[in-house]
């Protein structure tokens, strides 16, 4: 609480979780372009189409332990990569596959209409 993310000190790392997130989806389209797309997983996972498991997938790789205030407040300060928790948050914003794959509507937090667009050709 009161302590906010430098936005200079973790541009680079955006810009990277940002294009990062891009490519791996075009590959991921690229390669059901050729192949089709992978049967449904069993259980559980069924009840996901590929574009939902793979910002599923994106998320649970961010997965982390919290940290107590005083680490939170460190990493902050001295890491130029954002807490993992932001570092999934922030690149969804930019990102309209992930409000397509999940039908969000335009505007919600995670959906904004305006935002960021980091090394895209065209729209998804």
Not at 57 to 75: G, P
Not at 97 to 120: G, I, K, L
Request: hydrophobic residues 35%.
């Amino acid at each position: 609480p009161g302590v906010c993310l430098n936005g200079e000190n973790t541009q680079g790392e955006n810009i990277a979780d940002n294009g990062g997130i891009q490519a791996a989806y075009k590959a991921l389209k690229a390669y059901e372009s050729l192949n089709g797309p992978d049967p449904r997983l069993p259980g559980f996972a069924s009840n996901f189409n590929s574009d939902q498991l793979f910002f599923l997938t994106f998320a649970q790789t961010w997965c982390d332990q919290d940290y107590d205030e005083l680490m939170y407040k460190i990493a902050i300060a001295t890491d130029v990569h954002s807490p993992a928790y932001y570092r999934v948050l922030g690149t969804i914003q930019n990102f309209p596959a992930f409000r397509n794959a999940f039908n969000c509507p335009v505007n919600t937090p995670y959906t904004p209409e305006m935002h960021c667009d980091v090394w895209t050709s065209k729209p998804f």
